[in-house]
């Protein structure tokens, strides 16, 4: 992924202890670490990329997260699903181009799909405001 071009010179990772770390690509072998972000007190189950708004989308607990990418290629959440769920997320997609996001849970097998991700509020505004499940 890359902030700028969404090309394939960055990559994220989530980690058992809650953090996101984000690497770029700075030769034809090397990556060098950029930022960590702490998103969760628990393990970061599933990530996904928005290559079409160059958005990220993390889970922990089905607890989602979606950022964006400051110009320091730091994490800012621009929206979030709040609280824990009662099954672990086994992974999250962005589909219809980057519209809306699927979420699958493991011990249940339900399937969650948030609709309007598109209409997701200005990334200055409070990044507590909610996904909007869709029906």
Known sequence: MDMEDCGETTFAVGASDGNIQVYEQINNALFEFQSITTSYTSAVESLAWDPVHCRLVSAS????????FNLDKTLKAITSQ????????RTV???DNGASL????LESGEMLVYYSILDLPDPSLDSATL???GA
């Not at 607990?61 to 964006?68: A, E, I, N, P, R």
């Open 61 to 68: 607990y089905g607890h989602l997260h979606v950022w964006s």
């Open 82 to 89: 709040p609280g824990k769920q009662l099954y672990i997320t």
């Open 131 to 133: 996904l909007n499940p």
């Open 93 to 95: 997609h962005f589909y």
């Open 102 to 105: 699927l979420v699958l849970y």
